[in-house]
Each structure stands twice: as C-alpha cells, then as structure tokens.
C-alpha cells in the first residue's frame, strides 16, 4: 500500500488543532508531519498578561513533544519553497511529499516595515516586548503613552484595545500621572464586529481616560522626537511607544503562486480550500471577504475553528467519503480592560449584510471566562 502523507506547515493555534484533530480521525498509516520553525509555542492571546505581570513566558509556551507522543512526526525548519503541482515542501533544504497540506503560517509582525518604529518603540506583539512594555510603564515618570496600530491589517483586533486598557490600570496603580491614547487608522474600534461595538469599545475606552484617535493612518516614527508623524503631516509625541507594527506574511507564503497580492492566502469561505488540489489554508494566513467590503478578523477562534474543519474534510477524503464540515464564521473573543474584568463579544462574521455581533457587559465573569479558555487551550491542545 503506497505510504499517504498529510502535511501541517506551520504550528500555531490553526496548525495545532488541525494536526491534532487530523491524529485522531485519520488510521495510522497516514503520516501526519507538523513543520515549524519554532521547537516552543506560545499562546498568544496570553501574551499582554506578560506586560501585566499576570504571567511569567513559562506558564504561557509549551514545547511541542506531546504531538510528538501523539504520533504526529515534528520537522522543525524553516519552509522555504512550496510547489503546488509536485506536492512537495522544501524545509531547510529538504523536500516533503504531500497529498494533502494545511499551510497555517499566520502573518508576522515586522517592526521594520514602518521606518523609525524599531528604534522609537516596543512591539508589544511578542513575548519579549510584552516583558519589555510591562517593565517600561512601570518605570514611567509621567506623560504620555501612545499604543498605536500603525498598519491595517493585524491580528486580534481586540489585542490593541486591551493593551490601552492594560496600560492604563499599570499606570493607575503605580499612581503615575500619564495619559493612555490610542491611535487607530480604523473609523472606530473592531470595525469588523460593526459599528455599534466599536462605538460602545469606545465609549468603555473614554470612561477610562483613555484618548481614541481614529482615521489615524501612520507614516513613520520620529524616534529622535519621540513623534508619531501621520499621512498629511500630523504630528502626536509620546513618551512611550506600545505598537502593533505592520504584519507581513512569510517569504514561502508570497511566493508560492497561492496568495494575492496583498500576501495572504484566498481561500473558499465556507471549506478553506485554496486553488491547488489537495491544498488548503487556515488561519491568520489567509483572506476572507465579508460584507460590508471587509475581510474576516485575524484570530485564533477562527484559526481553530477552521482547523477542526479542514482535518474533518481531509479524514473524509482518505477514507473516499463525501466532504461536508464547512466553517460558517462564527466566532467569539474577550477583551480584557484590567482590574479583573473584561468584556466578550460574540457572533456571526458570515452575516450577510453585515455581521451580527454582539458586546456583552464588562463583568469578572469574562475576565475568569477568558482564564478558563486559556488553561483548557494550554491543557488541551498545546
Ligand atoms: C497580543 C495578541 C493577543 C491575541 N489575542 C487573541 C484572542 O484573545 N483571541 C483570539 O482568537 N486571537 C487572539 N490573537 C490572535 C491569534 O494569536 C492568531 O490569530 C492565531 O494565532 C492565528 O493562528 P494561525 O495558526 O493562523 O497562526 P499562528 O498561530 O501565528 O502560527 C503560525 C506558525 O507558523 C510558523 N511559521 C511562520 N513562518 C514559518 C516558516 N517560513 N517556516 C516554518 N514555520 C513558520 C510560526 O512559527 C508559527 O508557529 C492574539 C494575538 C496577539 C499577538
């Protein structure tokens, strides 16, 4: 019997689920191969619990040798050619057959795509920023912290609110007299969740002094003057930094004759499949229109749940049945604001006309509710 392999290239949250859910549904004698660059993962949506102090990076990464007792072979390297007609993957000089591959590689943020952001301020977008961040708030004499989202499009659109938020409660507690302000080139916050969350976002930033600057689209940084400089010419300074830089997706990923001219990846909404046979995409990764002339939001919810379809609809098609798990765009996500609340919103991307989502009341419940998520995450899948 010819040896069937099934490929997951890259291994964060879409990566994982997938190979893990194609483990369990698929015989054994199918190859389930994990390619990463990274031997450790971190749960990201945990990282601004590092800028907190919340956590330390060792409660928030894991390794990756539990997929490996799973029976899921781990290749660690750097992916660097696909071809999509020969259905083999270059990792580190070494070519990987496929008849199926999930490429879920995500879009990395690159703080040298916006000029002056690497020297002037702190991507709060890894772990070592989020540290960084966290000790920079607490040795702030005063003045004026800016967080700015400084390109469209970038993961997590709830991540830069809750940095504003989580910022603000460092500086109340240190009893520091400094001004949180957030700079979006967005007409309001989360504008993929609509208007009327974004304006109730809003509202819940300015009962917290926080300032919201939106239509903001940034240029460069002014590392030297410590100032943002936006497209016209105006200027805002700052005396720290907290940026979510632009995101670019991997070199592999441009090249590979998949994606768009943005970079991402066009997949079919409903069953993730790219042009290419036997190929899909999931995640960060790809593009996905929705109403209204957007796409759908960059997000783990979504990375997961289309993790969980791919794998079912590849198990289907190894056994020779008729594929039918589609995704259908629903998703949720917390947004954290700080002294032990958050808020949660929740609904359906895939709505037509425009998504139905809704905000539910800041409470500690869904501060605990997003503690929850984040252990059963690291217990279950990682
Ligand atoms: C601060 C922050 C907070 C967030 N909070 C939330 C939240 O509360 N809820 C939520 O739903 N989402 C949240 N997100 C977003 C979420 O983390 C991403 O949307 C999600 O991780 C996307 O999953 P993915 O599998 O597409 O990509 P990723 O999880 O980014 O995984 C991509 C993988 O590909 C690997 N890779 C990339 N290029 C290569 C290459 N050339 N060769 C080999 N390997 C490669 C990377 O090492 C990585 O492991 C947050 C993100 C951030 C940064």
């Known amino acids: 019997m010819t040896e069937r392999n099934v490929v997951v290239l890259g291994g964060g949250i ?12 698929v015989p054994r004698d199918v190859r389930i191969t994990l390619v990463d660059r990274e031997d450790t993962y971190t749960f990201a949506p945990s990282l601004l619990w590092l800028m907190s102090g919340e956590r330390q990076p060792r409660q928030i990464s894991r390794g990756r040798e539990r997929l490996a007792r799973k029976g899921i072979e781990l290749v660690r390297g750097e992916a660097q050619g696909l071809d999509t007609e020969r259905r083999t993957l270059r990792v580190d000089g070494r070519d990987l057959a496929f008849d199926h591959l999930v490429v879920a590689l995500g879009v990395q943020p690159d703080p040298r795509l916006m000029p002056g952001l690497a020297e002037g301020g702190i991507d709060i977008y890894t772990v070592e920023g989020a540290i960084q961040a966290g000790r920079a708030l607490r040795e702030l004499g005063g003045g004026r912290v800016a967080v700015a989202i400084t390109k469209l499009p970038y993961k997590c659109p709830a991540a830069p609110n809750e940095a504003a938020f989580l910022a603000e409660t460092i500086l109340r507690h240190g009893g520091k007299r400094a001004k949180v302000a957030l700079y979006t080139p967005e007409p309001f916050p989360m504008p993929t969740a609509g208007e009327a969350l974004g304006k109730a976002l809003a509202g819940m930033l300015e009962q917290r002094g926080i300032e919201l600057h939106t239509g903001r689209v940034l240029d460069e940084v002014d590392a030297g003057r410590k100032e943002l400089v936006f497209q016209g010419g105006d200027r805002a300074g700052y005396d720290l930094l907290l940026a979510i830089p632009p995101h670019r997706t991997a070199e592999i990923v441009r090249t590979s004759g998949l994606s768009n001219e943005a970079g991402f990846i066009p997949v079919d909404r409903a069953t993730l499949a790219t042009e290419a046979g036997g190929v899909y995409a999931i995640g960060d990764v790809t593009q996905i229109p929705i109403a209204g ?32 798990a589609t995704f259908n765009g629903n998703g949720s996500c917390f947004v954290d604001m700080g002294d032990g609340v958050a808020a949660f919103a929740t609904g359906d991307f895939y709505a037509e006309g425009a998504p139905k989502v809704s905000l539910r009341t800041p409470s500690r419940r869904w501060h605990l509710a997003k503690v929850a998520f984040e252990k059963y995450w690291l217990a279950r899948w990682a």
């Not at 879409?14 to 549904?25: E, H, P």
């Not at 759908?296 to 590849?314: D, N, Q, S, W």
């Open 14 to 25: 879409g990566g994982i689920v997938a190979a893990r859910t194609l483990r369990r549904r």
């Open 293 to 324: 002339g957007k796409f759908l939001p960059k997000a783990g919810v979504f990375a997961k749940a289309e993790a969980e379809v791919v794998a079912t609809r590849i198990a289907d098609e190894l056994a020779g049945r008729e594929p039918r």
